[in-house]
């Protein structure tokens, strides 16, 4: 009966130790499951959150783009305006002819340092922004055909402001409240 009693002794923590052989495994492998799917669904959501960022930074940063091209079309407006064109590239001793070529050399200037800013505004309102500008060169070569090429660039000066845009059909007005309403739309 010693025996017997003995081998039982020494049989149960084989017997245990057998059976913690066998579902040792078996727990580890399902600890490293659920800590692989927590894992995966932990890196699913910081990358939603990763991309959420990055888009918000994508918007952030094309306001600030639309808000700036807004504001520098504006600024091309005013700068094409003829009055303040004629008061920044009037010069003593000009002539109409000479005053001619820089009104014009300025509003092409202009508009092709500004040409990038159609990305962010409508189609109607660039549209806007052109006709302006084109209106701006007929008037400025309808006003030169009317003066003397050689002839002070004073009378030339005169005739552009004499003839000058009434209100109702100013083209800088338009493109200017079409860019204001634009702005208003998309903000």
């Known amino acids: ?25 078996v727990f580890i492998s399902k600890q490293n499951q659920k800590m692989f799917e927590y894992l995966k669904e932990n890196q699913d959501i910081v990358r939603l959150q990763l991309e959420a960022n990055r888009k918000a ?3 952030k940063s094309l306001v600030g783009a639309s808000l700036q091209a807004y504001e520098r079309m504006i600024l091309f407006l005013e700068r094409i305006n003829l009055t303040n064109m004629i008061t920044r ?21 202009e508009y092709e340092h500004n040409m990038s800013q159609q990305l962010y505004i409508s189609n109607h309102t660039w549209e806007l922004i052109k006709s302006a500008k084109e209106d701006i060169v007929k008037r400025v070569n309808l006003a030169a055909s009317n003066v003397k090429q050689d002839a002070d660039a004073s009378e030339l000066a005169k005739e552009l402001l004499a003839s000058g845009f009434d209100s109702k059909t100013d083209p800088i007005a338009k493109a200017m409240s079409g860019l204001k309403k634009d702005m208003s739309d998309t903000f």
């Open 57 to 59: 930074e994508r918007e």
């Open 1 to 25: 009966m010693i025996d017997a009693t003995c081998a039982l002794l020494f049989a149960i923590p084989l017997l245990l130790l057998l059976a913690a052989l066998i579902f040792l495994p």
């Open 89 to 109: 590239v009037m010069t003593p001793g000009l002539k109409a002819g000479s005053l001619q070529a820089l009104l014009l050399g300025n509003l092409r200037e």
